[in-house]
């Protein structure tokens, strides 16, 4: 008898950390729908690339910034779900998607810091409240946040702020999700190789060795860090780890 595979939900997975974790999740043997913001030939690459493990993917176009589709969004979930799958729940969900903004506290617009709430706390939260009903018992909940949360750089305040209520956030929806026992964790990336911030760190070669120089191992980030990590949140071997904040950075700023 085949063994039904479990099925992941990751916003943000065209690119760069997105992808990996979609790539990550699809290794390890789920089933994948994943949103793009506008880049369609990216995400059905993706899409092919896990057709190609053997697994399910399908990707869906969502701007999260645009809080008033989300009920669509669910309900174009609920369909492929109860077409394709026999009803509409699914096991994991991954809050990854958004992009980053450089303003110093002084400088900081209206609109930016209007930006980063609806992006990075407010789609997190209303996208898990609406989602919550269609997840199975025992599933997980993957919140992305920063290692900016812990450590801070000049400019990086507009991102960070929403990713610290982010993190508060997702202590309370480990206690108030326990009746699915469903499992709330945030991870939070250090510096990574990736187009994030204009690629700032992938590009600028003075700023790459810097950050190189105050991580333990040596090194920047690079994309493949991340979405193993997710992926093991992702699955039986983390049914113990709850309300937790995991650090991907290599060990920056120790």
């Given at each position: 008898?085949?063994?039904?595979?479990?099925?992941?939900?990751?916003?943000?997975?065209?690119?760069?950390?997105?992808?990996?974790?979609?790539?990550?999740?699809?290794?390890?043997?789920?089933?994948?729908?994943?949103?793009?913001?506008?880049?369609?030939?990216?995400?059905?690459?993706?899409?092919?690339?896990?057709?190609?493990?053997?697994?399910?993917?399908?990707?869906?176009?969502?701007?999260?910034?645009?809080?008033?589709?989300?009920?669509?969004?669910?309900?174009?979930?609920?369909?492929?779900?109860?077409?394709?799958?026999?009803?509409?729940?699914f096991d994991y969900l991954i809050n990854n998607a958004g992009f980053g903004a450089y303003e110093k506290?002084?400088?900081?617009?209206?609109?930016?810091?209007?930006?980063?709430?609806?992006?990075?706390?407010?789609?997190?939260?209303?996208?898990?409240?609406?989602?919550?009903?269609?997840?199975?018992?025992?599933?997980?909940?993957?919140?992305?946040?920063?290692?900016?949360?812990?450590?801070?750089?000049?400019?990086?305040?507009?991102?960070?702020?929403?990713?610290?209520?982010?993190?508060?956030?997702?202590?309370?929806?480990?206690?108030?999700?326990?009746?699915?026992?469903?499992?709330?964790?945030?991870?939070?990336?250090?510096?990574?190789?990736?187009?994030?911030?204009?690629?700032a760190v992938r590009d600028n070669k003075d700023l790459n060795a810097m950050i190189a120089n105050q991580?333990?191992?040596?090194?920047?980030?690079?994309?493949?860090?991340?979405?193993?990590?997710?992926?093991?949140?992702?699955?039986?071997?983390?049914?113990?780890?709850?309300?937790?904040?995991?650090?991907?950075?290599?060990?920056?700023?120790?």
């Open positions: 008898m085949t063994t039904k595979s479990k099925i992941a939900l990751v916003t943000g997975g065209s690119r760069g950390l997105g992808k990996d974790m979609v790539l990550s999740l699809a290794k390890k043997g789920l089933n994948v729908i994943f949103t793009y913001n506008n880049n369609k030939i990216e995400a059905d690459k993706v899409v092919a690339e896990v057709l190609a493990m053997g697994q399910k993917a399908i990707a869906y176009q969502l701007d999260v910034s645009k809080l008033n589709t989300f009920d669509a969004f669910v309900s174009q979930i609920n369909e492929h779900l109860q077409e394709h799958e026999g009803n509409p729940n506290i002084t400088e900081t617009t209206e609109a930016t810091l209007d930006q980063m709430y609806a992006v990075h706390l407010k789609a997190p939260y209303l996208l898990s409240q609406k989602l919550f009903p269609f997840m199975n018992e025992n599933g997980a909940i993957v919140n992305i946040s920063s290692g900016l949360t812990r450590f801070a750089y000049d400019g990086y305040a507009p991102y960070a702020s929403m990713k610290g209520a982010l993190e508060t956030l997702t202590k309370y929806m480990a206690k108030e999700f326990t009746s699915k026992k469903i499992r709330v964790n945030v991870l939070a990336p250090g510096a990574i190789e990736t187009d994030f911030g204009g690629g991580t333990a191992l040596g090194r920047v980030g690079v994309v493949d860090d991340i979405g193993s990590v997710v992926a093991f949140l992702c699955s039986d071997d983390a049914k113990w780890v709850n309300a937790q904040r995991l650090e991907v950075s290599g060990g920056i700023h120790i």
